[in-house]
């Protein structure tokens, strides 16, 4: 007999692994293609295909077999608020896809774990301690190496990215305080309807100015698809497996991004921004181990 034989919480926590990574590869697959998209359609307009697309997908697909389960949700003025951090989100990370290479961009977007650490203090009464400070000052030291002075980096792309990263910090702590008292997939609803309202709102001023080739809506179309198909694996990951496993795979989505950044634009990160990410990567990792820890 095996020494050890597979229990059924290490299968779940490696199918919990496997989800993460496809959903890591489906983000860095969507930012390549806003990247793309960015040079002929508007930001806005992307931003909007991304959210419609999700949401349509979650009506047709969850709407007939949950109906009304999936918009029944308690603290609405909470979950329009976290609805309008991601909005947030998706549209500065957009916009700095749109002036800086994807792997520059991931990295400065993986952040958010450290400001996370650093507000989750005055806001869910968590101690901070002294190695949370020092890894959050850390990453960013990392970022002030990715946009040293005389690097080619967008300096306006940076604001963009680290307000993206603000975004998304304050959408991951609301939903640490609506996520034990409302469904994932209630959840995931109104982040796509939200985003979708959000979206449509400010499309009257950034229509563009020719009508989109039908090739064009269709790849407009796929950002929803690889979208909300990430966010649903994302979350399929989190419910079989603790966030402390399953918080270094994350970081598999900067690897992905630099893949494809090389692959499809030719842009290799020099050595002072792989030392950045590194610096990054590096900080979020230990803010992980001290949270296992503690």
Request: proline residues 6%; aromatic residues 10%; contains cysteine.
């Amino acid at each position: 007999m095996p020494e050890h034989a597979a229990t059924p919480a290490d299968n779940r926590q490696g199918r919990a692994i496997l989800y993460l990574l496809g959903a890591v590869l489906l983000f860095a697959l969507l930012d390549c293609s806003v990247k793309l998209l960015s040079r002929e359609i508007p930001v806005p307009l992307l931003v909007w295909g991304r959210y419609t697309t999700h949401l349509l997908v979650m009506l047709l697909v969850l709407g007939p077999r949950l109906g009304r389960g999936l918009v029944r949700a308690g603290q609405l003025p909470l979950q329009v608020l976290r609805g309008l951090m991601l909005l947030g989100c998706t549209g500065f990370g957009f916009l700095a896809l749109s002036k800086m290479p994807v792997a520059e961009t991931t990295a400065v977007f993986f952040t958010s774990p450290l400001l996370v650490a650093l507000l989750a203090g005055p806001w869910l009464g968590e101690r901070l301690s002294l190695g949370r400070w020092l890894a959050a000052l850390a990453g960013f030291a990392g970022i002030l190496a990715i946009a040293r002075p005389g690097s080619a980096m967008s300096m306006a792309g940076i604001e963009l990215a680290l307000s993206g990263a603000v975004c998304y910090a304050l959408y991951q702590l609301l939903t640490r305080q609506l996520a034990a008292h409302t469904p994932p997939l209630t959840l995931l609803f109104y982040t796509a309807l939200l985003g979708t309202l959000g979206a449509t709102a400010g499309l009257p001023w950034f229509w563009p100015e020719h009508w989109l080739t039908p090739l064009q809506w269709l790849a407009v179309g796929l950002l929803g698809l690889f979208g909300g198909c990430g966010h649903f694996l994302l979350i399929h990951a989190f419910r079989n497996a603790p966030a402390s496993l399953l918080s270094p795979f994350l970081y598999v989505q900067l690897l992905w991004a630099t893949l494809l950044g090389g692959l499809v634009f030719d842009h290799w990160p020099d050595g002072w921004s792989l030392a950045g990410m590194a610096v990054i990567i590096g900080s979020g990792l230990w803010l992980g181990v001290d949270s296992r820890r503690r």
